[in-house]
């Protein structure tokens, strides 16, 4: 075998001996070792079992804001996954900012429906239904077969449905979604310290991003309110 062959074998199993050696040190309670193990895991690319094990391991080491940006990236990879969503409500439920306004129960369960499949298998399967539905009604126009229409229709409404998911991924990463990361910030009323301070922002609030200006973006708050942070304070989720 030659050494370059040797080399991209030894690069290739890197991640994997970093995740496992995660997973040692987080059964030892070394939270702390077990989550830079982690990340150095994540080098192989975007894994949402690693985000999750991840969260985990900055949850128990008392970091509730990285756990929750952690736990929000394991969910775009993984949105089905009822741990992550139950891991993701319960480091929320720790934060010190409670979020004054909450979803309806229709706004909740149209968001869970469209968040259903993840953006990329939303993608996939709008343009796999999309191809089905055209073959079909090629087949009503050719044969005038009733099934194939029916199916035609069908796989339309399924594409449809895919592609209002993915238009659903879409706006919430163009939303610019982020989490505060250090233990408190205080939000200015202009892109300085110069400013006057508006409000004290804590580990773990989430916020969207609604303007950069030099080492300041201006975040926005569930409610409507919101202020200039330092960048340094928090960290986007996408």
Do not use: C
Request: hydrophobic share 50%.
């Amino acid at each position: 075998m030659s050494l370059n062959v040797m080399l991209v074998l030894a690069l290739a199993l890197l991640p994997n001996s970093a995740y496992n050696r995660g997973n040692a040190l987080y059964a030892q309670r070394d939270y702390v070792h077990a989550a830079a193990a982690y990340e150095q895991a994540l080098a192989a690319g975007p894994n949402a079992n690693v985000q999750y094990n991840l969260a985990n391991a900055l949850f128990k080491s008392g970091q509730i804001g990285q756990a929750i940006l952690h736990y929000r990236r394991a969910r775009f990879l993984a949105p089905r996954d009822a741990d992550v969503r139950a891991n993701l409500a319960f480091a929320r439920s720790y934060r010190v900012d409670k979020v004054l306004t909450a979803q309806g129960p229709v706004a909740g369960a149209l968001d869970a429906a469209f968040h259903w499949l993840s953006r990329r298998e939303a993608a996939l399967a709008t343009a796999v239904m999309f191809a089905l539905g055209a073959l079909a009604l090629a087949g009503w126009i050719v044969r005038r077969w009733a099934v194939s229409l029916a199916a035609s229709l069908l796989f339309g409404l399924l594409a449809l449905y895919g592609f209002a998911s993915e238009r659903a991924w879409a706006h919430e990463v163009a939303g610019r979604p982020a989490v505060v990361t250090v233990p408190e910030a205080a939000a200015w009323s202009g892109p300085s310290d110069e400013f006057k301070p508006i409000l004290v922002l804590h580990d773990g609030t989430e916020v969207r991003i609604r303007e950069t200006r030099g080492d300041y973006d201006l975040v926005q708050l569930p409610g409507g309110t919101g202020g200039w942070l330092r960048r340094s304070a928090i960290q986007s989720v996408e």
